[in-house]
């Protein structure tokens, strides 16, 4: 993966949004212990051409796939997967966690209860879906 796909931090606060603006969600990562972590921008650099999930974000517990989108919660949860899956290798030992920050109305409620129930089972991943923003702690 090419260096200029990611971006080490160590803020307390910082902001994920759409480079491209086809959204307006957001998820603002607090990171009150100032740990570092990566920010991979995985959508446009990594999988170009592709669906996947917007942004991995990695720290040396934890690994967070994010998914900004207006409503179709479903296509989220599948460039989720799609991520997870790249990595599944790499993030192996470590927790995960898949957050869908939505602008729009989700279309399936029942769809989204039963992919969190799945993706643990399958994945052991953890997923959020909240409307934006949506702050989650590092």
Do not use: W
């Not at 690994?63 to 989108?69: F, G, H, P, S």
């Not at 790249?86 to 192996?92: I, L, V």
């Amino acid at each position: 993966m090419p260096k200029s796909c990611e971006q080490v931090l160590k803020k307390k606060i910082h902001v994920l949004e759409d480079k491209k603006n086809k959204s307006k969600a957001t998820v603002r990562l607090e990171n009150k212990a100032q740990i570092k972590f990566t920010v991979i921008d995985f959508d446009n650099c990594v999988m170009e051409n592709t669906k996947a999930c917007d942004y991995v974000v990695t720290t040396d517990k934890r690994a967070i796939y994010v998914e900004l989108k207006g409503s179709d919660i479903r296509e989220g949860h599948r460039q989720i997967i799609h991520a997870a899956d790249f990595y599944k290798n790499n993030h192996k030992n470590i927790k995960k966690t898949g957050i869908i920050s939505f602008t729009g109305k989700p279309k399936e409620n029942s769809f989204i209860q039963s992919q969190k129930r799945s993706l643990m089972l399958k994945r052991k991943l953890e997923m959020l879906c909240d409307r934006s923003p949506v702050t989650h702690k590092l």
